[in-house]
């Protein structure tokens, strides 16, 4: 892989945090250029037929009355956004989502939910998996909206609209890819399995952390899949 030329952002806004039971609220698919410009893109209003909790709706800004009222079927929907990166995944092309295993892990389960076909074969970039493992000792938070600060692709009043939100990933993705020339040098394949084994490590030490401040307590552990859950795969599994 010579550079980061062409790739698809990606980001949901949801109903909750629960990867298996949460609901699909708005979505955004678009390419992205080299250059940091936005080519085609898509994005959607769902009604995910349940409850949106007022968490959420502070988060997003999407009611259950909005939702309701404007948006599209839940099933319809995510068979659209399943189709359309899949189409972008035959043709290699790779799908850059921050925090990628939630999106990608809720879209699962959406997709099981629904009766649509489910996403195979995609390749991802994971901005939060790469900037930890890259820059492991850079202080200050994680969130996309402080990474996407320091990368200098500020997100503003339009944090947490899913369309912003892609867009930031994509940028911070391309600024790693700057900042660190052996991503460019590495084929997408290969980046793939060290993301998976990154993310693996990085939920092990954080698991270990969690214990010592006594915040987990036994078996408990920080799920590390990538880009699924190990708890969406199990779920699937045993379907």
Not at 36 to 61: F, K, M, N, Q, Y
């Amino acid at each position: 892989m010579d550079t980061l030329e062409r790739f698809v952002v990606f980001d949901l806004e949801t109903t909750g945090i629960d990867e298996t039971e949460d609901r699909i609220v708005t979505a955004f698919i678009g390419t992205m250029c080299a250059d940091g410009s936005i080519g085609t893109g898509r994005s959607w209003l769902v009604d995910p037929g349940v409850e949106i909790p007022e968490p959420a709706t502070a988060v997003h800004g999407v009611t259950t009355d909005h939702a309701r009222e404007h948006g599209a079927d839940a099933a319809v929907s995510v068979a659209q956004i399943v189709r359309a990166l899949q189409g972008f995944a035959n043709e290699g092309i790779p799908v850059v989502a921050y925090n990628a295993a939630y999106d990608l892990s809720l879209l699962a389960a959406e997709a099981r939910r629904h009766d649509a076909a489910p996403l195979r074969g995609v390749l991802v970039i994971d901005p939060l998996v790469l900037d930890k493992a890259l820059d492991p000792y850079r202080r200050g938070s994680r969130r996309l909206t402080d990474t996407a600060a320091h990368y200098g692709a500020t997100l503003g009043s339009d944090a947490h609209d899913a369309r912003a939100d892609a867009v930031a990933a994509g940028d911070v993705a391309l600024a790693l890819f700057r900042a660190f020339p052996t991503l460019s040098a590495t084929p997408l394949s290969t980046l793939q399995q060290r993301q998976k084994r990154w993310a693996r490590l990085q939920a092990d030490s954080l698991t270990e952390y969690l214990h010592r401040a006594g915040r987990m307590t036994g078996d408990e552990r920080v799920d590390g899949g990538w880009p699924l859950r190990d708890s969406v795969v199990a779920a699937g599994a045993a379907s």
